[in-house]
C-alpha cells in the first residue's frame, strides 16, 4: 500500500536550519524550538453588482510568514536579525574585548589587572579612578611615563598598575584585552538581513500507532527575517523570538512559497522489520 497519510499528530518542530541560496551553505541552526507558527495571508480584491453585493473575490499578492521563539539565546540568530555576521577571534586575528575591574590597592600602591591591556604603546590604559569606602568615585588619575602627584605609571607586559605612595582602597579599571577565544556581532545603522532559504524539520506521529515516527520538513526557498521590531531579551528567563517573512522568487513561474514534505524513515522501518522477523524466529 502507498504511503499517502492525512491526519498526523505534530510532535514538535526539532530545528530550523538557514542556508544561503545561492552556495546552499548553512549560515544557522536553532533546536531550541518553542510556538513555532507558519502563516500565509493574501490582498482581496472584491467584484461587487450595481446594488454594491459581492460576486466574487480575487486574490492575489499572497504572502507567508515563519516565526518561532529559541529557548536560548543565539548569536547566529541575533546576527542573521542584526543584519550582520558572526566573527570570530584567530591566534592571527584577535578580537578587541573590553574589561572593566575593581581591583584591590595593595600596600605599596600597585593594583594588579587580570588580563594584559591592548592598546598605543605606553598609554594601553588612560585613567584610573578609585572607589571610595562608600562606593563613590573618588581621585582620578591619569597614566604618565614616570610616577608623579596625580599619576600612575603601567607595566602593561606585567598586568601592573603603580599608584602614588598612600593611595588606598580600591581602583576602578577599564581598558581592552586580545583574544583569539573571542566572538563579535556588529549591528550596523545600514544592516539588513539577507534573504536565506530555510528547512524546519518536523517530527509526525501516526495517530493509529504513535509508534510510527515520520519525518517532516517545511522547505522554504525564500524567507527573509524581518527587522522591523528585532527584540533580544537581556534576561536569564528571556526567550529569543524570531519572525521570518517568506517571498516567492520573482524568477520562479511556480510562485513557490514552501513546501510541506512528510516522509517514511524507510532505515527506522527496515530496523523494524528486522526485529519483528527476529522475533518471529524465536
Given at each position: 500500500m502507498s504511503f499517502n497519510p492525512n491526519e498526523l499528530i505534530l510532535e514538535k518542530i526539532r530545528a530550523v536550519e538557514e542556508y544561503n541560496p545561492?552556495?546552499?551553505?548553512?549560515?544557522?541552526?536553532?533546536?531550541?524550538?518553542?510556538?513555532?507558527?507558519?502563516?500565509?495571508?493574501?490582498?482581496?480584491?472584491q467584484v461587487t453588482d450595481a446594488m454594491g453585493s459581492e460576486i466574487v473575490t480575487f486574490y492575489n499578492a499572497q504572502t507567508g510568514t515563519f516565526s518561532f521563539t529559541n529557548s536560548l539565546f543565539s548569536l547566529d540568530l541575533a546576527?542573521?536579525?542584526?543584519?550582520?555576521?558572526?566573527?570570530?577571534?584567530?591566534?592571527?586575528?584577535?578580537?578587541?574585548?573590553p574589561v572593566s575591574e575593581t581591583p584591590d590597592i595593595n600596600p605599596d600602591g600597585t593594583v594588579k589587572l587580570k588580563y594584559v591591556p591592548a592598546g598605543p604603546e605606553g598609554a594601553e590604559i588612560k585613567s584610573v579612578r578609585i572607589i571610595n569606602d562608600n562606593n563613590t568615585f573618588g581621585e582620578k588619575y591619569e597614566v604618565s611615563p614616570t610616577a608623579a602627584a596625580g599619576k600612575f605609571t603601567l607595566d602593561a607586559e606585567h598586568k601592573t598598575i603603580t599608584l602614588p605612595a598612600g593611595v588606598t582602597g580600591r581602583a576602578f579599571v577599564q581598558y581592552e584585552r586580545e583574544s583569539a577565544n573571542a566572538v563579535q556581532i556588529t549591528k550596523k545603522t545600514d544592516g539588513v538581513p539577507e534573504v536565506k532559504s530555510l528547512l524546519i524539520h518536523a517530527i509526525f506521529h501516526d495517530p493509529c500507532d504513535t509508534n510510527l515516527v515520520y519525518a517532516g520538513v517545511i522547505s522554504v526557498p525564500r524567507a527573509q527575517i524581518?527587522?522591523?521590531?528585532?527584540?533580544?531579551?537581556?534576561?536569564?528567563?528571556g526567550k529569543h523570538a524570531a519572525e521570518y517573512k517568506l517571498q516567492k522568487s520573482y524568477c520562479d513561474s511556480n510562485a513557490r512559497l514552501f513546501d510541506i514534505i512528510v516522509a517514511v524513515d524507510e532505515e527506522e522501518e527496515k530496523k523494524n522489520e528486522e526485529t519483528d522477523k527476529g522475533t518471529e524466529e524465536v
Open positions: 545561492s552556495t546552499k551553505e548553512l549560515t544557522g541552526r536553532y533546536t531550541q524550538i518553542e510556538e513555532p507558527s507558519l502563516k500565509t495571508s493574501a490582498e482581496g480584491t546576527a542573521s536579525q542584526l543584519g550582520t555576521e558572526k566573527t570570530a577571534g584567530t591566534a592571527d586575528k584577535k578580537l578587541k574585548v524581518n527587522p522591523e521590531a528585532v527584540e533580544i531579551s537581556l534576561s536569564s528567563e
